[in-house]
Protein backbone atom coordinates (compact mmCIF):
# COMPACT_ATOMS: atom_id res chain seq x y z
CA UNK A 1 0.00 0.00 0.00
CA UNK A 2 1.07 3.43 -0.87
CA UNK A 3 0.33 6.82 -2.05
CA UNK A 4 -0.80 6.70 -5.54
CA UNK A 5 2.28 8.23 -6.63
CA UNK A 6 2.06 6.22 -10.46
CA UNK A 7 -1.39 7.96 -11.53
CA UNK A 8 -0.37 11.55 -13.64
CA UNK A 9 -1.48 14.77 -12.54
CA UNK A 10 -2.71 12.99 -9.28
CA UNK A 11 -1.22 16.45 -7.45
CA UNK A 12 0.79 15.22 -4.52
CA UNK A 13 2.84 17.76 -2.98
CA UNK A 14 5.96 16.11 -1.04
CA UNK A 15 4.29 12.45 -1.49
CA UNK A 16 0.88 13.56 -0.10
CA UNK A 17 -2.06 14.71 -0.69
CA UNK A 18 -3.13 18.57 -0.39
CA UNK A 19 -6.06 20.82 0.09
CA UNK A 20 -7.04 22.78 -2.40
CA UNK A 21 -6.17 26.60 -2.10
CA UNK A 22 -8.67 29.00 -4.06
CA UNK A 23 -6.65 32.12 -2.84
CA UNK A 24 -3.47 30.97 -3.79
CA UNK A 25 -4.91 29.36 -7.16
CA UNK A 26 -3.92 25.57 -6.39
CA UNK A 27 -6.04 22.78 -6.97
CA UNK A 28 -6.01 19.32 -4.22
CA UNK A 29 -5.12 16.49 -5.03
CA UNK A 30 -7.20 14.12 -6.69
CA UNK A 31 -8.14 10.94 -5.17
CA UNK A 32 -8.17 7.84 -7.92
CA UNK A 33 -10.93 5.39 -7.62
CA UNK A 34 -8.03 2.25 -7.63
CA UNK A 35 -6.48 3.65 -5.05
CA UNK A 36 -9.93 4.72 -2.48
CA UNK A 37 -11.42 1.21 -3.44
CA UNK A 38 -8.00 -0.42 -2.54
CA UNK A 39 -7.63 1.34 0.94
CA UNK A 40 -10.95 0.61 1.95
CA UNK A 41 -10.53 -2.92 0.86
CA UNK A 42 -7.49 -2.87 3.04
CA UNK A 43 -9.46 -2.14 5.92
CA UNK A 44 -11.99 -4.23 5.14
CA UNK A 45 -9.62 -7.30 4.76
CA UNK A 46 -8.95 -6.88 8.61
CA UNK A 47 -12.45 -6.45 9.27
CA UNK A 48 -13.85 -9.09 7.74
CA UNK A 49 -11.11 -11.60 8.79
CA UNK A 50 -12.25 -10.75 12.44
CA UNK A 51 -15.45 -12.07 11.60
CA UNK A 52 -17.46 -8.61 11.50
CA UNK A 53 -19.71 -7.28 9.19
CA UNK A 54 -18.67 -4.27 7.42
CA UNK A 55 -20.74 -1.52 8.92
CA UNK A 56 -20.91 2.20 6.86
CA UNK A 57 -22.18 3.95 10.07
CA UNK A 58 -19.41 2.89 12.25
CA UNK A 59 -15.87 4.24 12.76
CA UNK A 60 -14.36 1.87 15.43
CA UNK A 61 -14.43 -1.38 13.30
CA UNK A 62 -10.73 -1.38 12.26
CA UNK A 63 -9.38 -1.06 15.90
CA UNK A 64 -12.18 -3.63 17.30
CA UNK A 65 -10.79 -6.04 14.21
CA UNK A 66 -7.48 -5.64 15.63
CA UNK A 67 -8.31 -6.44 19.05
CA UNK A 68 -10.22 -9.65 18.05
CA UNK A 69 -9.12 -12.99 19.50
CA UNK A 70 -9.95 -14.24 15.98
CA UNK A 71 -7.01 -11.82 14.68
CA UNK A 72 -4.68 -12.57 17.50
CA UNK A 73 -5.22 -16.19 18.67
CA UNK A 74 -2.91 -17.79 20.92
CA UNK A 75 -0.12 -20.11 18.88
CA UNK A 76 0.10 -23.79 19.34
CA UNK A 77 1.79 -24.62 22.66
CA UNK A 78 5.49 -25.14 21.01
CA UNK A 79 5.27 -22.84 17.57
CA UNK A 80 8.32 -21.73 16.93
CA UNK A 81 7.13 -19.24 13.44
CA UNK A 82 7.36 -15.69 13.31
CA UNK A 83 3.98 -14.63 14.25
CA UNK A 84 2.89 -12.43 16.57
CA UNK A 85 2.86 -13.55 20.72
CA UNK A 86 0.32 -13.36 22.91
CA UNK A 87 0.56 -12.52 26.37
CA UNK A 88 -0.90 -15.94 27.16
CA UNK A 89 1.61 -17.69 24.53
CA UNK A 90 4.56 -15.92 25.94
CA UNK A 91 3.17 -16.49 29.78
CA UNK A 92 2.59 -20.12 28.84
CA UNK A 93 6.40 -20.64 26.96
CA UNK A 94 8.35 -18.18 29.85
CA UNK A 95 8.21 -17.75 33.18
CA UNK A 96 5.77 -18.74 35.16
CA UNK A 97 4.86 -21.82 34.87
CA UNK A 98 1.38 -22.66 32.70
CA UNK A 99 0.01 -23.83 35.42
CA UNK A 100 -0.30 -26.03 38.41
CA UNK A 101 -2.18 -29.35 39.55
CA UNK A 102 -1.66 -32.21 42.02
CA UNK A 103 -1.62 -35.85 41.53
CA UNK A 104 -2.21 -39.07 44.10
CA UNK A 105 -2.54 -41.91 41.64
CA UNK A 106 -0.50 -43.32 39.04
CA UNK A 107 -0.76 -41.03 36.28
CA UNK A 108 0.59 -40.98 32.52
CA UNK A 109 1.77 -37.12 31.72
CA UNK A 110 1.30 -36.06 28.30
CA UNK A 111 2.24 -33.04 26.18
CA UNK A 112 -0.06 -30.48 28.17
CA UNK A 113 1.71 -31.25 30.79
CA UNK A 114 5.04 -29.05 29.60
CA UNK A 115 5.29 -26.36 31.33
CA UNK A 116 3.10 -27.21 34.49
CA UNK A 117 4.26 -27.50 38.45
CA UNK A 118 2.91 -31.06 39.50
CA UNK A 119 2.97 -31.59 43.10
CA UNK A 120 2.77 -35.51 43.61
CA UNK A 121 1.04 -35.90 47.25
CA UNK A 122 -0.93 -38.89 48.22
CA UNK A 123 -0.01 -41.38 51.05
CA UNK A 124 0.95 -44.53 49.14
CA UNK A 125 3.30 -45.44 46.67
CA UNK A 126 2.41 -45.32 42.77
CA UNK A 127 4.13 -44.54 39.72
CA UNK A 128 4.08 -41.16 37.26
CA UNK A 129 5.11 -41.98 33.82
CA UNK A 130 6.75 -38.77 31.85
CA UNK A 131 5.92 -38.56 28.07
CA UNK A 132 8.16 -40.48 25.30
CA UNK A 133 11.29 -38.66 24.65
CA UNK A 134 12.04 -39.71 21.43
CA UNK A 135 8.42 -38.91 20.16
CA UNK A 136 9.17 -35.39 17.86
CA UNK A 137 5.90 -34.26 19.11
CA UNK A 138 8.29 -33.34 22.24
CA UNK A 139 10.63 -30.44 21.46
CA UNK A 140 13.50 -29.86 23.44
CA UNK A 141 13.83 -27.82 25.61
CA UNK A 142 10.19 -29.01 27.12
CA UNK A 143 10.15 -28.93 30.59
CA UNK A 144 7.76 -30.60 33.58
CA UNK A 145 8.03 -29.50 36.91
CA UNK A 146 7.74 -32.30 39.88
CA UNK A 147 7.72 -31.69 43.56
CA UNK A 148 7.06 -34.92 46.36
CA UNK A 149 5.26 -34.07 49.31
CA UNK A 150 3.92 -37.64 49.08
CA UNK A 151 4.20 -39.40 52.57
CA UNK A 152 5.52 -42.63 50.50
CA UNK A 153 7.97 -42.62 47.47
CA UNK A 154 7.00 -42.12 43.84
CA UNK A 155 8.88 -43.84 41.07
CA UNK A 156 8.84 -41.78 38.22
CA UNK A 157 9.04 -43.59 34.87
CA UNK A 158 9.92 -43.54 31.31
CA UNK A 159 7.37 -44.02 28.76
CA UNK A 160 9.93 -46.58 27.10
CA UNK A 161 13.53 -47.38 27.27
CA UNK A 162 16.10 -45.66 29.73
CA UNK A 163 14.89 -41.85 29.30
CA UNK A 164 15.43 -40.54 32.41
CA UNK A 165 19.14 -38.90 33.08
CA UNK A 166 20.25 -37.75 37.09
CA UNK A 167 23.68 -36.58 37.48
CA UNK A 168 24.68 -38.30 33.59
CA UNK A 169 23.19 -42.00 33.85
CA UNK A 170 20.43 -43.16 32.07
CA UNK A 171 17.77 -45.03 33.62
CA UNK A 172 14.26 -46.44 33.35
CA UNK A 173 13.40 -44.60 36.39
CA UNK A 174 14.35 -42.86 39.49
CA UNK A 175 12.89 -42.67 42.64
CA UNK A 176 11.60 -38.97 44.47
CA UNK A 177 10.98 -38.58 48.32
CA UNK A 178 8.80 -36.24 50.47
CA UNK A 179 10.31 -32.83 49.83
CA UNK A 180 12.50 -33.28 46.80
CA UNK A 181 11.67 -31.53 43.55
CA UNK A 182 13.18 -31.97 40.04
CA UNK A 183 12.34 -30.66 36.66
CA UNK A 184 12.42 -33.10 33.44
CA UNK A 185 14.15 -30.99 30.65
CA UNK A 186 13.97 -32.80 27.14
CA UNK A 187 17.71 -32.82 25.85
CA UNK A 188 19.00 -35.27 22.95
CA UNK A 189 16.41 -37.32 22.93
CA UNK A 190 16.31 -37.51 27.02
CA UNK A 191 14.85 -36.48 30.55
CA UNK A 192 17.27 -34.92 32.01
CA UNK A 193 17.06 -33.99 35.23
CA UNK A 194 17.70 -31.17 37.59
CA UNK A 195 16.94 -30.70 40.82
CA UNK A 196 17.45 -32.28 44.39
CA UNK A 197 15.89 -35.80 43.57
CA UNK A 198 19.18 -35.90 40.94
CA UNK A 199 21.52 -35.54 44.12
CA UNK A 200 21.07 -38.95 45.58
CA UNK A 201 22.32 -40.28 41.94
CA UNK A 202 25.61 -38.27 42.25
CA UNK A 203 28.92 -39.99 42.36
CA UNK A 204 29.41 -36.85 44.91
CA UNK A 205 26.69 -38.75 46.97
CA UNK A 206 27.50 -42.34 46.31
CA UNK A 207 26.47 -44.42 49.49
CA UNK A 208 26.75 -48.46 50.02
CA UNK A 209 24.26 -49.20 53.32
CA UNK A 210 24.69 -52.94 55.13
CA UNK A 211 26.88 -53.81 57.90
CA UNK A 212 29.81 -52.94 55.92
CA UNK A 213 29.03 -49.20 53.80
CA UNK A 214 29.86 -46.12 53.15
CA UNK A 215 28.76 -42.73 52.63
CA UNK A 216 30.47 -39.78 50.03
CA UNK A 217 29.63 -36.25 50.59
CA UNK A 218 29.91 -33.61 47.90
CA UNK A 219 32.60 -31.82 49.81
CA UNK A 220 34.77 -34.80 49.44
CA UNK A 221 34.36 -36.03 53.38
CA UNK A 222 33.87 -39.84 52.95
CA UNK A 223 32.49 -42.01 55.80
CA UNK A 224 33.17 -45.87 56.01
CA UNK A 225 31.85 -48.25 58.78
CA UNK A 226 33.00 -51.67 59.21
CA UNK A 227 32.84 -54.46 61.77
CA UNK A 228 35.36 -57.40 61.90
CA UNK A 229 37.48 -59.64 65.46
CA UNK A 230 40.16 -58.91 67.36
CA UNK A 231 43.59 -61.15 66.93
CA UNK A 232 45.37 -63.13 69.72
CA UNK A 233 46.88 -59.74 70.35
CA UNK A 234 43.81 -58.09 70.83
CA UNK A 235 43.79 -56.07 67.38
CA UNK A 236 41.94 -55.60 64.25
CA UNK A 237 42.49 -54.42 60.84
CA UNK A 238 39.84 -54.92 58.12
CA UNK A 239 39.49 -53.58 54.58
CA UNK A 240 37.47 -50.99 53.97
CA UNK A 241 34.73 -51.01 51.44
CA UNK A 242 36.07 -48.42 49.11
CA UNK A 243 39.88 -46.54 48.93
CA UNK A 244 39.96 -42.60 50.84
CA UNK A 245 41.45 -41.21 47.84
CA UNK A 246 44.13 -39.21 50.50
CA UNK A 247 44.32 -39.42 53.74
CA UNK A 248 42.26 -41.23 56.88
CA UNK A 249 41.64 -38.10 59.24
CA UNK A 250 40.05 -40.03 62.24
CA UNK A 251 37.76 -42.96 63.87
CA UNK A 252 36.35 -44.54 66.54
CA UNK A 253 35.66 -48.13 67.92
CA UNK A 254 33.08 -50.04 70.23
CA UNK A 255 32.18 -53.34 70.79
CA UNK A 256 29.93 -55.10 68.58
CA UNK A 257 28.17 -57.13 70.62
CA UNK A 258 28.13 -55.17 74.25
CA UNK A 259 25.67 -57.87 75.51
CA UNK A 260 28.68 -60.26 75.99
CA UNK A 261 29.77 -58.24 78.67
CA UNK A 262 30.10 -59.94 81.99
CA UNK A 263 29.40 -58.27 85.32
CA UNK A 264 33.40 -58.39 86.06
CA UNK A 265 34.71 -57.58 83.19
CA UNK A 266 33.84 -54.65 80.18
CA UNK A 267 36.13 -53.91 77.14
CA UNK A 268 38.00 -51.44 75.87
CA UNK A 269 38.11 -50.08 72.17
CA UNK A 270 40.33 -47.46 70.61
CA UNK A 271 40.63 -46.21 66.81
CA UNK A 272 44.19 -47.20 65.77
CA UNK A 273 45.54 -44.62 63.47
CA UNK A 274 49.02 -45.33 63.66
CA UNK A 275 47.88 -48.53 61.55
CA UNK A 276 45.08 -47.46 59.81
CA UNK A 277 45.77 -46.79 56.00
CA UNK A 278 43.59 -45.57 53.49
CA UNK A 279 42.24 -49.02 52.33
CA UNK A 280 42.28 -50.61 55.96
CA UNK A 281 40.72 -49.52 59.42
CA UNK A 282 42.46 -50.66 62.34
CA UNK A 283 41.45 -51.02 66.30
CA UNK A 284 42.71 -52.37 69.53
CA UNK A 285 40.48 -53.48 72.45
CA UNK A 286 41.52 -54.93 75.97
CA UNK A 287 39.81 -56.42 78.09
CA UNK A 288 39.33 -54.55 81.77
CA UNK A 289 38.33 -56.99 84.84
CA UNK A 290 38.65 -56.41 88.38
CA UNK A 291 42.19 -57.68 89.27
CA UNK A 292 43.39 -57.41 85.47
CA UNK A 293 43.43 -55.84 81.73
CA UNK A 294 44.25 -58.07 79.19
CA UNK A 295 44.37 -58.46 75.39
CA UNK A 296 41.19 -60.47 74.05
CA UNK A 297 40.75 -62.55 70.80
CA UNK A 298 37.89 -63.54 68.98
CA UNK A 299 35.87 -59.71 70.32
CA UNK A 300 33.27 -58.25 68.13
CA UNK A 301 34.25 -55.33 67.28
CA UNK A 302 32.68 -52.22 64.77
CA UNK A 303 34.70 -49.32 63.43
CA UNK A 304 33.85 -45.93 61.94
CA UNK A 305 36.14 -44.01 60.20
CA UNK A 306 36.16 -40.94 58.20
CA UNK A 307 38.44 -39.49 55.32
CA UNK A 308 39.16 -37.89 51.99
Given at each position: ???????????????????????????????????????????????????????????????????????????????????????????????????????????????????????????????????????????????????????????????????????????????????????????????????????????????QFGT????????????????????????????????????????????????????????????????????????RVRN??????????????????WGY
Amino acid sequence: MDYPKSVPSVGLVNGQFVDEDPIAGKPGSLIPATWGNSVTQEILNVVQAAGMAPNEASNNQLVAALRSPALFMTAPQFDGGRSAATAEFVQRALGSHASARGITAATQLTLADVGCSIGLGGNTTYTVTLPDAAAPTVPSGATISLHCRNNAPVTVASKTGAQISPQGGYLASIVMNNGESANFVKEAGMWVVYGTAALKYSASYAAQFGTTGYQKFPGGLIMQWVMGGSDVNGNMSVSLPIRFPNAVLAGVADEGNPPGWGGGNVTVWSFDGNNSTTTTAAARVRNVMASSVRAEPGLSGRILVWGY
